[in-house]
């Protein structure tokens, strides 16, 4: 199957600082991206859909000034937390989909981000 | 608004024996997707099989199929001979055609050795 890597798998910064996430469809072109965010034990959330060459498309109560989503290529999309708060602390999980596929995501690995 | 539900959240299997997990979803469209993915403790999202809507004929991999009662909109996922590999979180997930998918709250499967 198709592959969606993303980076960093784990990242500790401190309140008042941002942080970027890359996620890449390594072996597709993806023309849309989603971002969700996951607690424990939860389901995904889904926080916004990138699509490329346009400006992403958000979810109800998603702060776009605060979660910065931007899809500059085909392979990449980038979120970016902006002024990150302790609250701000989850898993993030990007999925990709192929352009004619059967609308199957294909999901990174997540990234844990932990604000101090 | 689509809305998936999965109704157990948590389930138990002795190894070898076969388990079930429900999913039912709400929708007005009539074609559309439906996944099962698993979620192990590595907390990869993992495809564990998909059935299309427009197919009446039930999606099969391996140990894993589905029972797609389109009328009753259900889809519940059958797991046989499970293994310790199997324990993970499952989650039911509907898609639109070229839409965003609705997932379900998920299972936790535990297996016994």
């Known amino acids: 199957g198709a592959v969606v890597s993303q980076h960093p798998s784990r990242v500790i910064c401190k309140s008042g600082t941002s942080v970027k996430i890359e996620c890449r469809s390594l072996?597709?072109?993806?023309?849309?991206m989603f971002w969700y965010r996951q607690f424990p034990k939860q389901s995904l959330m889904l926080m916004a859909t990138?699509?490329?060459?346009?400006?992403?498309?958000?979810e109800q109560g998603v702060e776009k000034d605060k979660f910065l989503i931007n899809h500059a290529s085909l392979t990449l999309s980038t979120l970016t937390v902006t002024s990150a708060h302790p609250e701000d602390s989850s898993f993030y999980i990007c999925?990709?989909?192929?352009?004619?596929?059967?609308?199957?995501?294909?999901f990174g690995p997540g990234t844990r981000l932990t604000v101090l | 608004a689509q809305t998936v539900t999965q109704s157990q959240p948590e389930m138990s299997v002795q190894e070898a024996e076969t388990v079930t997990l429900s999913c039912t979803y709400d929708?007005?469209?009539?074609?559309?997707?439906l996944f099962w993915y698993k979620q192990p403790p590595s907390r990869q999202m993992i495809l564990v099989i998909r059935?299309?809507?427009?197919?009446?004929q039930n999606a099969t991999e391996n140990r894993f199929s589905v029972n797609f009662q389109k009328a009753a909109k259900s889809f519940s996922l059958k797991i046989s001979d499970s293994q310790l590999g199997d324990a993970a979180m499952y989650f039911c997930?509907?898609?639109?055609?070229?839409?965003?998918?609705?997932f379900g709250d998920g299972t936790t499967l535990t297996v016994k050795p």
């Open positions: 997930a509907y898609t639109p055609v070229g839409g965003k998918s609705t």
């Open positions: 072996d597709f072109q993806a023309t849309t």
């Open positions: 990138s699509n490329e060459g346009s400006k992403a498309t958000y």
């Open positions: 059935q299309e809507a427009y197919k009446q």
């Open positions: 999925s990709a989909r192929e352009p004619r596929g059967p609308s199957e995501q294909f």
């Open positions: 929708t007005s469209e009539s074609d559309y997707y």
